[in-house]
C-alpha cells in the first residue's frame, strides 16, 4: 500500500510545478519560447526563435512581458524596468513603472523645494537634460547686486533685491525691507545736496552732506538769508546745522549789509550793528557805515532821554565845565557852560 502512495504524492506535487513553469510559454514558430524571452527572427531566412530579452541592447536593461502581465501587448515583448534617478537637488521621476522595447523611460524633473523661493530648487531652463537650479540667483541692477528668486506661480524670476551697493554709494532700507532673511534696499549715492535731506530754513539751504558710517555728515550744511534781521539792523545770515539739536543753530555767521538810524557796523566787524560812537553819526538805514561829525561838532551816545536823536546827529555840547568838541581824532574840552545844541549832519 505504501508502494502505492508514494508515486501518487509524485505526481500530485509535480503537476503544480509543471504548471508554474510553463505559465508564460508561448509558441514562437515551431519553438516553445518561456518566460524571459522574446519571438524574433535570425539568420538570413528570417527564422522565428525565440531569444534572450536580456540580449537586448543595452544589454541587461530588459526583462519580457506575457499574456497575463499585460494583455495588450500580446506575448513575448521586453520591457525595460523604469525607476526614479536621483540627480543634484532633485530626482526624475519615470511617467510609467516600464518601457516596452524598442521605446524609452519618460521621465518628469521633480525638484527638492520647488515652491521655497529661499531655499528651494527648479529646473533650469536652459538645460535640454534636464537639472535643478537654486530659486535665489545672484543680480545686479540700481548701484548695486544681490538676489533675485523663482516664482512658481508665474515661472519668473521676481525684481533684484539689492543688497550691497557700488563704491561711492551707501544702501538704504526700511523696518520692513526683509526677505529670505537678508535686508535689502536702494542705493543712495554717498552725496547729496543737504537742500533734499533738510528742512526748516527761513532762506536757501546750500552745500553738499557726506554719508559716513555714522549717517550723514552735514557740516558743509547752511542756512542762507540774505536780508535777514539782526540787532540793530540787516544782514546775510549764515547758519550752520545743529546734529545734536536736529535743527538750524543760532551761532550763525552774519555779514551786515544795513543798519538802523544811529547805528553802524561794529568797529571789530563782529557781524552787528553797535550805537554811533561819539563823534560818528548814522542817519539812514541804507547801509552799515557811521560817518564823522564835522570839525567843531560832536555826537552823544550816551544821551538817555532820546538816543536815537542823539546819535544820528552832530552839534555843538556847552555845558557846567565847558563845551565839549568831539570828532573823528578825538574829543576835548574848552571851559565854558551851556548846552548841546545840535545840527543835522548834513
Not at 518601457?99 to 528651494?120: I, M
Not at 529646473?123 to 538676489?147: A, H, L, T, V, Y
Request: charged share 25%; net charge negative; glycine share 10%.
Amino acid at each position: 500500500m505504501r508502494e502505492l502512495i508514494k508515486p501518487f504524492l509524485f505526481l500530485i506535487l509535480l503537476i503544480p510545478f509543471a504548471t508554474v513553469t510553463n505559465a508564460y510559454a508561448f509558441t514562437c514558430g515551431n519553438t516553445e519560447c518561456v518566460a524571459g524571452e522574446y519571438c524574433g527572427t535570425s539568420g538570413p531566412d528570417a527564422t522565428k526563435k525565440c531569444i534572450p530579452c536580456s540580449l537586448l541592447s543595452p544589454e541587461g536593461q530588459y526583462t519580457h512581458s506575457d499574456v497575463d502581465d499585460d494583455p495588450a501587448k500580446g506575448t513575448g515583448v521586453c520591457y525595460k524596468i523604469c525607476e526614479e534617478i536621483e540627480i543634484t537637488n532633485g530626482k526624475l521621476v519615470p511617467e510609467a513603472d516600464k518601457a516596452y522595447y524598442d521605446s524609452t523611460c519618460e521621465y518628469n524633473l521633480k525638484c527638492n523645494g520647488y515652491d521655497k523661493p529661499c531655499e528651494g530648487f527648479h529646473p533650469d531652463p536652459n538645460d535640454p537634460n534636464g537639472s535643478c537650479i537654486s530659486n535665489k540667483q545672484e543680480c545686479e541692477g540700481g548701484n548695486g547686486s544681490g538676489f533675485k528668486y523663482w516664482l512658481a506661480d508665474t515661472g519668473e524670476y521676481s525684481e533684484c533685491y539689492i543688497t550691497t551697493c557700488e563704491e561711492g554709494y551707501h544702501l538704504e532700507t526700511a523696518s520692513d525691507q526683509s526677505f529670505c532673511g537678508i535686508q535689502y534696499g536702494e542705493c543712495v549715492s554717498n552725496t547729496a545736496e543737504c537742500a533734499s535731506l533738510l528742512k526748516k530754513c527761513a532762506g536757501t539751504i546750500t552745500g553738499d552732506a557726506k554719508w559716513n558710517d555714522a549717517g550723514w555728515d552735514y557740516d558743509k550744511c547752511r542756512c542762507e538769508t540774505d536780508n535777514a534781521r539782526i540787532d540793530n539792523g540787516f544782514g546775510a545770515r549764515s547758519c550752520p546745522w545743529d546734529s545734536d539739536e536736529g535743527n538750524w543753530s543760532t551761532d550763525c555767521e552774519t555779514d551786515v549789509t544795513a543798519c538802523d538810524v544811529g547805528y553802524c557796523e561794529h568797529k571789530d566787524k563782529t557781524g552787528s550793528c553797535a550805537a554811533a560812537r561819539p563823534g560818528w553819526y548814522h542817519d539812514n538805514n541804507t547801509d552799515a557805515e557811521c560817518q564823522p561829525c564835522p570839525a567843531g561838532m560832536t555826537s552823544d551816545g550816551t544821551n538817555k532821554d532820546n538816543i536815537a536823536d542823539s546819535i544820528e546827529k552832530c552839534g555843538i555840547r556847552t555845558g557846567p565845565h565847558g563845551t565839549r568838541f568831539c570828532d573823528s581824532n578825538g574829543c576835548f574840552t574848552l571851559p565854558g557852560n551851556g548846552e548841546l545844541i545840535y545840527y543835522k549832519a548834513w
